[in-house]
């Protein structure tokens, strides 16, 4: 079946470190999506590619950086810049950046937490 | 930036009873989509209205679109107990990514 999958399911962050969560789908979707869920903010975005080897800043792109190397693969690292990083994170793919297509297909998000 | 926003805030219904929620957004769109979200999981994609139509149906589920007001209408029928859940609405306008409303928290009580 295809379908996007993250992992992990649970990540623990410590202080001043880098981590990477992967993101990876089988739709052959062009356009690919991180958003960050914080409780009572919905979704905010945090970058987007339409494009391998493109991606764009969303809202709250400081201290988050990625890359879109293969069409299947859009992995998030939140870097030790971002000063608050507890949260839970989505990733999403579509077939069209602008119109939505036939809408999004989110992955089951990946829960950081800072220790 | 948020686009959409939700009303209310939380619904508490008993089984059996319809579910209405809204939507406010500021900007033309050129569609606006509802999604579903269970707690702790990532969102799944309802329904999508596009700017031309003015109501939509999908089984249990019933979406109408005001341009004119800039808001929207995602009404569920019949609740069930499932259907207790985050519902986000998100409007497209022009090239650019989906934007998410913060979501009304729905429950449905058996």
């Known amino acids: 079946d295809g379908g996007i999958t993250q992992s992990p399911k649970y990540l623990f962050r410590k202080e001043g470190q880098n981590v990477t969560l992967s993101c990876e789908q089988n739709?052959?979707?062009?356009?690919m999506y991180w958003y960050r869920q914080d409780p009572g903010q919905g979704l905010r975005l945090i970058y987007y590619?339409?494009?391998?080897?493109?991606?764009q800043k969303g809202d709250i792109a400081e201290g988050y950086s990625v890359s879109r190397e293969k069409k299947e693969s859009f992995p998030l690292t939140v870097t030790s810049a971002q000063k608050n990083p507890t949260a839970f994170y989505l990733c999403?793919?579509?077939?069209?950046?602008?119109?939505?297509?036939?809408?999004?297909?989110f992955g089951s998000g990946t829960r950081l937490t800072v220790v | 930036s948020q686009q959409g926003e939700e009303d209310p805030q939380a619904l508490s219904i008993q089984e059996g009873e319809n579910a209405t929620m809204n939507c406010s957004y500021k900007?033309?769109?050129?569609?606006l989509q509802w999604y579903r979200q269970n707690s702790g999981r990532g969102l799944v994609h309802l329904i999508l209205i596009r700017s031309n139509e003015r109501e939509k149906h999908s089984g249990r589920l019933r979406v109408t679109l005001d341009t004119s007001k800039k808001s929207s209408s995602l009404l569920i029928t019949a609740s069930r107990a499932a259907d207790t859940a985050s519902y986000f609405c998100a409007t497209s306008s022009g090239n650019t990514p989906l934007v998410f409303g913060k979501g009304t928290r729905l429950s449905v009580i058996a």
């Open positions: 739709l052959n979707h062009d356009a």
């Open positions: 999403a793919s579509s077939i069209l950046t602008g119109t939505g297509g036939r809408g999004y297909t």
């Open positions: 900007t033309s769109i050129n569609n």
């Open positions: 590619s339409q494009i391998v080897n493109d991606f």
